[in-house]
Antibody, heavy 124, light 109 residues
Framework: QLQLQESGPGLVKPSETLSLTCTVSGGSISTRNYFWGWIRQAPGKGLEWIGSVSYSGGAYYNPSLKSRVTISSDTSENHFSLTLSSVTATDTSVYYC????????????????WGQGTLVTVSS | EIVMTQSPATLSVSPGQRATLSCRASQSVSTNLAWFQQRPGQAPRLLIYGASTRATGIPARFSGSGFGTEFTLVISTLQSEDSAIYYCQQYNDWPPLYTFGQGTKLEIK
């Protein structure tokens, strides 16, 4: 059974960089045609896709966050990571990692496996 | 960016009855649409993908339909455990620019 687990600091100071890692077990992040994404949810709000990294390491970002986001993968550790720079209080959210199929012309992109989420608070 | 709009914002239905949730896209997404259930304190759970295909382990009480810009999730024979927020998500774009609706809160009276 595929499992995803987020890890990282729960508290980040304003203007600093948020860094999270998603460790995958029960499957490989190199599995062809799968992508590994980050989604966040501000308290009491809806879901926002941050970006995804493909099985081959290519990254795709939400344009609204692109200038501050980097998503990368480490196949040797079977995990992928998120960094979000210059954070403010509006970045306070539960951050989820999730898997989705995808690729040009695939007609796929549904998030089928999710981590439990981790709350990151931006505060001094 | 494709904007997803869900209605109603809140829906209150009695146990055993049927709930109908709507999702509208600002432009056509074909059938590249998914539905999720999120219970309090939990991660979203995939219910439907491809607009109408149930995900693994999802009971037949959940059914999705639609194409283009109008989509519907129907939950029949409502149970107390169906109380949750339901989100739609489109994945039509390539390169990906995935967007979610704002959610419909379903309350079981």
């Amino acid at each position: 059974q595929l499992q995803l687990q987020e890890s990282g600091p729960g508290l980040v100071k304003p203007s600093e960089t948020l860094s999270l890692t998603c460790t995958v077990s029960g499957g490989s992040i190199s599995t062809r045609n799968y992508f590994w994404g980050w989604i966040r949810q501000a308290p009491g709000k809806g879901l926002e896709w941050i970006g995804s990294v493909s099985y081959s390491g290519g990254a795709y970002y939400n344009p609204s966050l692109k200038s501050r986001v980097t998503i990368s993968s480490d196949t040797s550790e079977n995990h992928f990571s998120l960094t979000l720079s210059s954070v403010t209080a509006t970045d306070t959210s539960v951050y989820y990692c999730a898997r989705h199929p995808g690729g040009y012309g695939s007609g796929k992109g549904e998030f089928d496996y999710w981590g439990q989420g981790t709350l990151v608070t931006v505060s001094s | 960016e494709i904007v997803m709009t869900q209605s109603p914002a809140t829906l209150s239905v009695s146990p055993g009855q049927r709930a109908t949730l709507s999702c509208r896209a600002s432009q056509s997404v074909s059938t590249n649409l998914a539905w999720f259930q999120q219970r309090p304190g939990q991660a979203p759970r995939l219910l439907i993908y491809g607009a109408s295909t149930r995900a693994t382990g999802i009971p037949a009480r959940f059914s999705g339909s639609g194409f283009g810009t109008e989509f519907t999730l129907v939950i029949s024979t409502l149970q107390s455990e169906d109380s949750a927020i339901y989100y739609c998500q489109q994945y039509n774009d390539w390169p990906p620019l995935y967007t979610f609706g704002q959610g419909t809160k379903l309350e079981i009276k």
